[in-house]
């Protein structure tokens, strides 16, 4: 059974950095793109950031571009998202999700999610 | 972008119901499309993929149409569990881009 555990949210200032990690089981870690998903309070849904499985390729949405950065170790199952110069519309849970397929992006499996406040 | 949109953004309905949920996508996306259910302290679930087939393990009460811009899911017969907020997801293109969330609640 796929399980995905994040870490790594917490309270922090405008400007701070934090980093997340999402670790994966119960799969082929490699063999899948996994995602960041946010869901904003009393908003909704949000694709933040996804890199190929072999890392050559990362997309972000516009409003992280140039402060958010994803990467991945494949040999311990875990992907991050490095966030730095944080906003207070950064505010949210973080889910990581994995696709159903490749070249599919259906999100079959998600993390329990990790919140991130940003304030001062 | 692709821009989602979901109708209505809140519905009270009755167990037994049967309610449909619609989402119109700015720009045709064929049969890319997914509904997913989120419960309150929860993640998402994904209930239907491709505009129409069902996920592994959903009941089959749920069940999703359409293609191109106009999509509904509908729930045949409301159960107390079925009480949560619905989005949809397009998954034609970069970035991926879901709806604003329709919230279903008991009447």
């Known amino acids: 059974q796929v399980q995905l555990v994040e870490s790594g949210g917490g309270v922090v200032q405008p400007g701070r950095s934090l980093r997340l990690s999402c670790v994966a089981s119960?799969?082929?870690?490699?063999?899948?793109?996994v995602h960041w998903v946010r869901r904003a309070p009393g908003k909704g849904l949000e694709w933040v950031a996804t890199?190929?499985?072999?890392?050559?390729?990362?997309y972000y949405t516009d409003s992280v571009k140039g402060r958010f950065t994803i990467s991945r170790d494949n040999s311990k199952s875990t992907l991050y998202l490095q966030m730095n110069s944080l906003r207070a519309e950064d505010t949210a849970v973080y889910y990581c999700?994995?696709?159903?397929?490749?070249?599919?992006?259906?999100?079959?499996?998600w993390g329990q999610g990790t919140l991130v406040t940003v304030s001062s | 972008d692709i821009q989602m949109t979901q109708s209505p953004s809140s519905v009270s309905a009755s167990v037994g119901d049967r309610v449909t949920i619609t989402c119109r996508a700015s720009?045709?996306?064929?049969?890319?499309l997914a509904w997913y259910q989120q419960k309150p302290g929860k993640a998402p679930e994904l209930l239907i993929y491709?505009?129409?087939s069902l996920q592994s393990g959903v009941p089959p009460r749920f069940s999703g149409n359409g293609s191109g811009t106009d999509f509904t899911l509908t729930i045949s017969s409301l159960q107390p569990e079925d009480f949560a907020t619905y989005y949809c997801?397009?998954?034609?293109?970069?970035?991926?881009?879901f709806g604003q969330g329709t919230r279903l609640e008991i009447k």
């Open positions: 999700a994995k696709i159903l397929a490749n070249g599919q992006y259906y999100f079959d499996s």
């Open positions: 119960g799969l082929t870690f490699i063999n899948y793109d």
């Open positions: 890199m190929s499985f072999g890392g050559s390729e990362k």
């Open positions: 720009h045709g996306i064929s049969s890319w």
């Open positions: 491709r505009a129409s």
């Open positions: 997801q397009q998954a034609n293109s970069f970035p991926v881009t």
